[in-house]
């Protein structure tokens, strides 16, 4: 496959595996990534990504941050996700210049609480060993000095910098949780789909989540963890 039969149609997932490219897709990525190649630079980080070639738009997926319930409204709406949920992948900027790039952020404090209540409440997703779970099953901020001894540029998805999620170069429109109906209507109008309400899908909010969010110890420890998020995405540490 040489540089210029390159396309951006090429990038595709596998039907039965959406989260794996296509051999072709593979094989593209690799020809991009040889020195000198002259079809596209690819993205210098790589990204959580759902891709729709006829509606030519580019998601970067942020974990708890809405992604079931966009999905839902592309599935309700008969949207062809064509790239379905690539998994850290590096993409060529070029070939997707013209495509509408858009993600969706959250205030930090709320998106952690949502991963505790998710991903360590309500099972093992970090695979913790039993003194460890233990631990931090009990209070988010005991999960929150667990978390203080991980990467977070490089960490899972749901623990990961938001701001490192999206490719903050590239994007054309970031849309926030917090005026979601308004923002992804937006959206909606930019891909000449229609603007009806995105029905919310798997909340993980509990009879305590207005109570974490209150606690000054867990603020702290969050704005500390996430203190490039709340700095470039605006987010106010001491409030929601």
Not at 178 to 201: I, Q, S
Request: include cysteine.
């Amino acid at each position: 496959m040489t540089g210029p039969e390159i396309s951006a149609e090429v990038f595709r997932t596998e039907p039965e595996r959406r989260t794996r490219l296509t051999a072709e897709a593979r094989q593209a990525l690799r020809q991009l990534a040889r020195p000198g190649s002259r079809s596209g630079e690819l993205s210098p980080s790589a990204y959580n990504l759902t891709i729709s070639h006829a509606h030519r738009f580019m998601w970067f997926r942020v974990a708890k941050v809405a992604t079931r319930t966009l999905l839902g409204y592309f599935e309700d709406h008969g949207v062809a996700l064509d790239v379905d949920h690539a998994y850290r992948m590096r993409y060529p900027t070029a070939l997707f210049a013209d495509y509408f790039k858009f993600g969706f952020v959250r205030h930090p404090l709320p998106r952690f609480v949502s991963t505790w209540q998710d991903k360590v409440v309500n099972a093992n997703y970090f695979d913790l060993d039993d003194d460890v779970l233990g631990r931090v099953r009990e209070r988010p901020e005991a999960f929150a000095a667990w978390v203080a001894d991980q990467d977070l540029t490089v960490a899972d998805q749901h623990l990961a910098l938001q701001t490192r999620l999206i490719d903050l170069t590239q994007v054309d429109f970031l849309g926030r949780l917090e005026t979601f109906d308004a923002d992804f209507a937006l959206v909606c109008r930019r891909l000449g789909l229609p603007v009806a309400a995105a029905a919310p899908r798997h909340r993980t909010a509990t009879a305590r989540t207005p109570e974490m969010l209150g606690s000054a110890e867990l603020q702290s420890a969050v704005a500390d963890l996430y203190r490039l998020d709340y700095q470039v995405l605006g987010y106010d540490p001491a409030g929601l």
